[in-house]
T-cell receptor, first 114, second 114 residues
C-alpha cells in the first residue's frame, strides 16, 4: 500500500546537538516530497520541498533534507538545534496521480533538552 | 504573505448539534482543503475543492459535508456532531498552477463535542 512513514513518534535532543528526523515513503515513482513544521497551537508551515534535481535541499530555519531514491527516504536534518525548534514535524508526499492532494506522515514530536 | 484564517480557535458543541467551521484565504487560491489532526494519526483529508461549487471526498468524509460558494471561503459542516468528531481541524489552500503543491495552513480549530 502507498504510505508515508515517520518511524519516530517522539525525539528529544539537547540544545546545540544535531538532529535527523526520518521519513520513508512507498510509492511506485518518486513523488514530490515535503517537510512541514507545526509549532504548538499553530497551523503547519512549509520547511522545504523536493521536486527534482539536486537531492540535497535547503529550507528555512537552517533545515535541510536529503532525498535518497535507493532508500525511498527523505530525512530532515539540522546541524545544531535551538530551543525554538521544539515542535511537531510532518513529512508529506504528493504522488504523481494525486492532483494536488498531499499525503502526510503521522508526525514526529521534537523536544529540546536545555 | 498568504493568510488562511479559521473562524474559531476553540469550539465546544453538544452531541447532535450542527456545527459550521469556516475558512477564508486571501491569496485567490483555487484549491482548498479540510483536514482533521489526531495524535499519532497525522493529518487526514476530509474534503477538498478545486473550484467554486466543486468538492471531492478525501479519505474520511463520513459525517462531514462542505460548501464552497465563493472562491475564498470553504466551510466544513458537521451535520450532527458526535463525540468521535472531537479533534483539531485544519484548513489549507494552494494555488491551482501546474506543479504548485505547497499548501498554506490556517491555525486550526480545536473542536470538543460533549
Amino acid at each position: 500500500a502507498q504510505s508515508v512513514t515517520q518511524p519516530d513518534i517522539h525525539i528529544t535532543v539537547s540544545e546545540g546537538a544535531s538532529l535527523e528526523l526520518r521519513c520513508n515513503y512507498s510509492y511506485g515513482a518518486t513523488p514530490y516530497l515535503f517537510w512541514y513544521v507545526q509549532s504548538p497551537g499553530q497551523g503547519l508551515q512549509l520547511l522545504l520541498k523536493y521536486f527534482s534535481g539536486d537531492t540535497l535541499v535547503q529550507g528555512i530555519k537552517g533545515f535541510e533534507a536529503e532525498f535518497k531514491r535507493s532508500q525511498s527516504s527523505f530525512n530532515l536534518r539540522k546541524p545544531s538545534v535551538h530551543w525554538s525548534d521544539a515542535a511537531e514535524y510532518f513529512c508529506a508526499v504528493v504522488p504523481y496521480s494525486s492532483a494536488s492532494k498531499i499525503i502526510f506522515g503521522s508526525g514526529t514530536r521534537l523536544s529540546i533538552r536545555p | 504573505d498568504v493568510k488562511v484564517t479559521q473562524s474559531s480557535r476553540y469550539l465546544v458543541k453538544r452531541t447532535g448539534e450542527k456545527v459550521f467551521l469556516e475558512c477564508v484565504q486571501d491569496m485567490d487560491h483555487e484549491n482548498m482543503f479540510w483536514y482533521r489532526q489526531d495524535p499519532g494519526l497525522g493529518l487526514r483529508l476530509i474534503y477538498f475543492s478545486y473550484d467554486v461549487k466543486m468538492k471531492e471526498k478525501g479519505d474520511i468524509p463520513e459525517g462531514y459535508s462542505v460548501s464552497r460558494e465563493k472562491k475564498e471561503r470553504f466551510s466544513l459542516i458537521l451535520e450532527s456532531a458526535s463525540t468521535n468528531q472531537t479533534s483539531m481541524y485544519l484548513c489549507a489552500s494552494s494555488s491551482g498552477r501546474v506543479n504548485s503543491y505547497e499548501q498554506y495552513f490556517g491555525p486550526g480549530t480545536r473542536l470538543t463535542v460533549t
